[in-house]
């Protein structure tokens, strides 16, 4: 048997409903003979454990008062053996038995040094093909580019710099940032993405997710300031992705990330 290429760290709490889900599709992925994979909990109490282990994963218990995402990951990948590691929500499952396949051959480019998917264009558009971000783009789009929700990244250049456990969020972004200004790429290509999404997150939780990523961008951008007329602007000016001005305007789980991002920004 061949040894593994990636090892798969999947992060989870209280993930029962879509744990089994994200565990059955990656067995089910064409090249899922070279990968092994290995669940972080952080202090589920509804059963993940359990569905986890009885799919015959490895699982890796961290004290929740331990929890960071950037501490989750690396406890989960700190033994690897493998030259490419990958990171995935275990509410994030792939959406055919292909993407493993294809988030393997990203790496084919030695300039990558981390790869994921989503449909989101810098510019709030559709992402409709592959895109290599270098370092001045992400100067020009310093919140945009790479995701730990559904990414891999490579072992020698994570054990150089690991992801920094300080951060409430976007560790992904930092790390990301971190090899960009050294001459690395990014690759985000839409065919990558996986069923990831927080539309079953509440407003309070969806302001927190928010507050947090904007003190992690705080942690390592210079941010400009953002009052309350920039906060009054974003809401009434920008769509978002919504089908319409007045749908940004009204919809709550936009309201509860702009007041998120006011908040981690001022924080910061």
């Not at 744990?19 to 990968?35: K, V």
């Not at 449909?119 to 895109?131: M, V, Y």
């Not at 789009?141 to 920094?164: I, Q």
Request: charge should be negative; charged fraction near 25%.
């Amino acid at each position: 048997m061949n040894s593994p290429v990636v090892r798969l760290v999947v992060r989870a709490k209280d993930e029962a409903p879509k744990i089994g889900r994200t565990l059955e599709q990656l067995a089910a992925q064409t090249a899922a003979g070279q990968a092994e994979v290995v669940v972080v909990d952080s202090g589920s109490s509804d059963g993940t454990v359990e569905i986890a282990r009885s799919a015959g994963v490895r699982v890796i218990e961290i004290p929740p008062e331990s929890f960071t995402y950037g501490h989750s990951l690396n406890v989960g990948c700190q033994d690897a053996k493998t030259p490419l590691l990958a990171a995935l929500s275990a509410h994030a499952p792939p959406l055919d038995d292909e993407w493993l396949a294809r988030l393997l051959a990203a790496f084919d480019d030695a300039r990558v040094a981390c790869a994921c998917g989503f449909a989101k264009a810098p510019d709030g558009g559709q992402l409709s093909a592959p895109f290599l971000q270098d370092a001045d783009h992400a100067r020009a789009h310093p919140y945009w580019g790479y995701s730990n929700s559904a990414g891999a990244f490579r072992a020698h250049l994570w054990r150089e710099y690991p992801f920094r456990e300080d951060m409430p969020g976007t560790e992904d972004k930092e790390w990301a940032w971190h090899w960009l200004q050294r001459g690395m790429l990014v690759l985000v290509d839409p065919s990558l993405a996986t069923a990831h999404s927080h539309r079953d997150d509440g407003p309070l939780e969806t302001y927190r997710r928010a507050r947090s990523e904007w003190k992690g961008f705080a942690s390592f951008l210079e941010l400009p300031p953002y009052g309350v007329r920039d906060l009054a602007h974003d809401w009434w000016a920008v769509q978002d992705g919504y089908s319409s001005h007045l749908r940004a305007r009204v919809g709550w789980r936009r309201v509860a990330k702009l007041a998120g991002a006011w908040r981690g920004r001022n924080a910061a």
